[in-house]
């Protein structure tokens, strides 16, 4: 939990932070209109959303001098700078108001933070249109397509769309216009996510006068999912036709489209500055520079380039000695020694991993309504370490977490491996309180259907689970086709059958001789003994319950079924000797293999013609026949195949987004229609087609990019090429980015001394073992400080994120992310101003330099060089003398009694550099 106060040793580093301009991401104009931008946002935003809205904007401005004398201007001047239309600026759209007229940039230096108005209602449209919507995220349309959508169609439609025979209190729910509208009594959605919502008011029963649907209250887990959707902003993607009529499909003239058309090797194309390309990819990127009359930007120096490439391959920052050492060898191989360094080290794995863990929603708990732990899940993030460590093709990669179990293997260790693999398939969340088995079963497939193909497709298939994909040429018999072979398939993923989970499952039971580790220590017989007994008493009280017949419908009752389970479950986790059983998460084919009807509007109780187990029509021109088994092998095979004109493409493009911090294609979760086209089309599929070629090796594929001149480029402001591409589509630079949470943690261990390399057995929630998260997010909330290992092994437990990941966007593992989003909001600054973590490692910090180097110049030298790679400037060193002498005096507020003199203010210039832009950001 974040304090929201700022003490005085707060105020101490923010005045310090100021005073060495440590806010400026670098020295160019663009960057510094940046930093003012977000510095304005961070006293303007009231609302804490990341943007400025309208009424922001014009509080924030009103006593400026360009508008003070002008207010009139306000409102035109804010509308040219809301380029998406959004009725908010973001960081990016602010850092453009100085570029609007001389002297622009002046307007955010000093701003004074505003005291937010209470009671104020917000200007509305004055014709009561609905506020024109931004942009849709890639994972917000795949939430609404899978989530929203159905249940409108199966709940709502008959007496809310179009094609009603009697529309219902004139409330049309088939479009986006009619939602916002609304009908007699008043929007169902509200533009302002904050803002009271009719439509949750109806459908969670709570005004005895608005109760909808009326016949009978919608599941939890819908409820739960509208709840979600608007607390999103209520992204809804269809325009002001209604959709309910079906159109064929035409999955050949589908084939047509970009995506569907198999990727073809290009010739690197001719160039005008034939000294520019250092490879074939900074040929295809220069051509379309040159197309555009844009010039690339300058080279990196050594220093920003070590740093970029030690986040960018293992998510730490270089040493200072691996700094000097690049800076020493002045050989034409330098960098590329540095590189193949990087990806030989066991902390590439922990890097790459963290990146497919986001894409295979991994978590070590159900998540929805009842949230559950899985102990075994761990197994999965450590296979998934390893892989990438020995650079397991890819395409092998694919067929054994899609199909381990049915691949040959040699020898135990493989089947262990492989096995442990197919735990992809059975991490995803789950409404464990569901009563209906087969409804579970179906939301189960359902959610294996969505994952694989956004994993290894950048297909939206599950949109096509209650219609036709409203986008793609994808047929909902396509759909059941897949749902088969998933329903053929026992997914294993353990958890305890008690009173709100009637669905509990086995796990997968692995070789004894596998030596797989374990994350529980043995079981001692004194143990052992004492854990039976509480297990027998349990039984006489629950018998004692049952002959009074109190057994249900009482405290007791419930807790003793409940207890009882939990021990018996732990006991049995272990063999008679004590030793732990070695257990897993993953999938195997059923006894017998079985078909799917096709549920119309995806309801249990609606099956229609059965649809034979098969693949994705437009993307298999070959359909096999599944004629024995699940059909996954056959999935696996076609996912990994070089024949499939999207999985290599899919992941070429997810590797080149995480170097450069944009998708050739731009929606990495979406090749369907309803994502963007590539931006570069020769090269994505030249890449793709040469990862393949290559044996689908992942290190292979980053050693390529990284060894390119484009990846060296500095990022250097140009105006005219910002001008022309000011998203940097054409890659005319390196842009920045904030370094994502689990790497400011990492880097803050690192530079402090205190990181663990060692990877940790297990995870906290193995220990913790069956049952309900409740205990370990009620005692479990400082892992951040308890916990010194690399942050892809601490524990992830969905809905409770640890706060110095979910601060930095760490990705919802309840969906497929292969882009995380980047905010901008005042608690990230409270964090770092603030937090017991950034505290404790300032001062370990600090404590190191007071150890290690002898005197004030050399240590402030060392802090800098540690932090952000660089040493500080003369202006710099001046500043932190001045700071550290006015924090070395007794009476100093943040010198407690009795404390060394001086340390208090070296951990406060640490933290202040820890807190600063160019710690945060890489360049």
């Known amino acids: 939990m974040i304090r929201n106060t700022i003490t ?13 301009g440590l806010t400026r991401a670098a020295d160019d104009e663009a960057d510094e209109a940046e930093a003012r931008a977000q510095n304005a946002l961070f006293y303007g935003d009231l609302d804490g959303d990341g943007a400025l809205s309208r009424d922001e904007f014009q509080t924030l401005v009103a006593n400026r001098p360009q508008f003070k004398a002008r207010p009139e201007m306000i409102n035109p001047v804010f509308a040219r700078l809301d380029s998406d239309k959004s009725g908010s600026l973001s960081v990016r759209e602010l850092a453009k108001l100085g570029t609007l007229r001389p002297g622009g940039p002046g307007l955010m230096k000093k701003a004074a933070r505003p005291q937010a108005k209470t009671g104020e209602a917000k200007p509305s449209d004055p014709l009561g249109n609905p506020k024109p919507q931004g942009p849709i995220t890639p994972q917000q349309l ?65 005004d005895d006068d608005l109760k909808m649907p009326p016949k009978q209250k919608l599941p939890d887990a819908v409820i739960e999912d509208f709840e979600r959707w608007i607390a999103m902003g209520a992204p809804d993607p269809r325009n002001g036709t209604s ?22 090797k290009s010739e690197p194309p001719e160039v005008k500055d034939e000294a520019w390309p250092r490879s074939p990819i900074d040929r295809f990127l220069l051509a379309k520079l040159e197309a555009n009359r844009l010039k690339p930007g300058a080279d990196a120096d050594k220093r920003t380039l070590i740093r970029r490439v030690s986040f960018d391959l293992i998510g730490l920052p270089p040493t200072a000695a691996e700094v000097t050492a690049f800076l020493d060898d002045q050989s034409p191989t330098a960098f590329e020694s540095v590189v193949d360094r990087l990806l030989a080290s066991p902390r590439f794995g922990e890097r790459w991993g963290r990146h497919w863990l986001d894409v295979a929603r991994f978590a070590e708990s159900s998540g929805k309504q009842v949230n559950i732990n899985y102990p075994n899940a761990w197994r999965y993030r450590d296979y998934v370490i390893a892989a990438l460590n020995e650079d397991k093709p890819f395409d092998r990669f694919i067929r054994e977490n899609v199909a381990g179990d049915l691949l040959p293997a040699n020898g135990d260790r493989q089947r262990a491996e492989q096995q442990i693999a197919t735990g992809f398939l059975a991490l995803g969340p789950k409404s464990h309180v569901e009563r209906n088995p087969l409804q579970f079963r179906m939301d189960l497939v359902d959610e294996q259907i969505d994952a694989t193909s956004q994993a290894f497709l950048g297909l939206t298939i599950a949109c096509a689970r209650c219609h ?34 009637p669905n509990a499952a086995d796990l997968l039971t692995l070789p004894k001789d596998s030596g797989q580790a374990s994350a529980q220590e043995p079981l001692t017989a004194e143990a052992r003994d004492q854990l039976q007994r509480q297990i027998d008493q349990l039984k006489k009280t629950r018998a004692d319950l049952i002959k009074n017949g109190n057994l249900f419908g009482n405290q007791q009752g419930l807790m003793t079924t409940i207890r009882l389970a939990l021990l018996q479950s732990r006991l049995n986790s272990f063999e008679s000797d004590g030793t732990p059983k070695s257990r897993a998460m993953g999938v195997r084919d059923r006894d017998a293999a079985v078909d799917s009807p096709l549920y119309q509007r995806g309801e249990i109780d609606k099956p229609g013609d059965v649809v034979p187990r098969g693949l994705v029509r437009v993307v298999s021109r070959e359909n096999p026949e599944i004629r024995q088994g699940s059909g996954r092998l056959e999935l ?45 089309p020769e090269l994505l599929d030249t890449l793709a087609v040469s990862f393949m070629e290559d044996g689908w090796s992942v290190k292979r594929l980053i050693r390529q990019v990284v060894l390119t001149r484009a990846y060296q480029m500095g990022s250097g402001f140009d105006a005219t090429n910002n001008e022309a591409d000011p998203d940097n589509v054409l890659v005319w630079r390196m842009s920045k980015r904030r370094l994502e949470g689990e790497a400011l943690r990492d880097a803050m261990l690192a530079i402090s001394g205190e990181l663990k390399l060692e990877p940790p057995q297990g995870s906290p929630v193995a220990r913790a073992g069956e049952g309900n998260t409740a205990p370990l997010q009620r005692f479990g909330g400082n892992y951040d400080l308890r916990l010194t290992c690399r942050s892809v092994y601490l524990p992830v437990i969905r809905n409770h994120f640890l706060e110095s990941l979910a601060l930095f966007d760490f990705a919802d593992p309840s969906l497929v992310i292969a882009q995380r989003a980047t905010t901008t909001v005042p608690a990230q600054g409270l964090y770092l101003l603030n937090s017991p973590f950034v505290i404790r490692q300032a001062e370990a910090l600090a404590d190191g330099l007071l150890r290690d180097v002898p005197n004030d110049g050399d240590r402030i030298a060392e802090a800098y060089l540690r932090t952000i790679g660089r040493p500080p400037t003369a202006q710099e060193q001046r500043a932190a003398r001045a700071f550290l002498e006015g924090e070395s005096g007794d009476g100093s507020p943040r010198r407690p009694a009795g404390s060394e003199p001086g340390r208090a203010g070296w951990a406060a210039f640490c933290q202040a550099l820890f807190a600063s832009a160019e710690f945060l950001y890489r360049s």
């Open 142 to 206: 795949a939430f609404f397509e899978t989530k929203i959508r159905p249940a409108l169609v199966t709940y709502c439609y008959e007496c809310h769309a179009s094609s009603a025979k009697k529309i219902k209190g004139g409330l049309v729910l088939d479009t986006r216009e009619g939602m916002r509208s609304g009908g007699d009594s008043g929007p169902a959605v509200a533009d302002d996510p904050g803002a009271a919502s009719l439509l949750l008011q109806a459908i969670r029963y709570t």
């Open 8 to 20: 005085g040793a707060s105020v101490g580093l923010l005045l310090f932070g100021v005073l060495l």
């Open 468 to 501: 036709d994909h409203k986008f793609d040429p994808i047929p909902q018999s396509d759909y059941y086709a897949l749902a088969g072979i998933f329903r053929s398939t026992e997914t294993c993923y353990g958890t305890v059958r008690v009173i709100q989970n």
């Open 243 to 264: 959709s309910v009529a079906a159109k064929a499909i035409d999955v050949e003239a589908g084939r047509r489209f970009w995506a569907f058309q198999p990727p073809k």
């Open 636 to 680: 696996a095979d076609w996912l990994a195949s070089s024949k499939n004109p999207l999985t290599a493409r899919v992941f070429t493009n997810r590797v080149w987004l995480h170097l450069f911090g944009r998708g050739l294609v731009p929606t990495p979760d979406n090749f369907g229609a309803a994502g963007q086209p590539p931006s570069h």
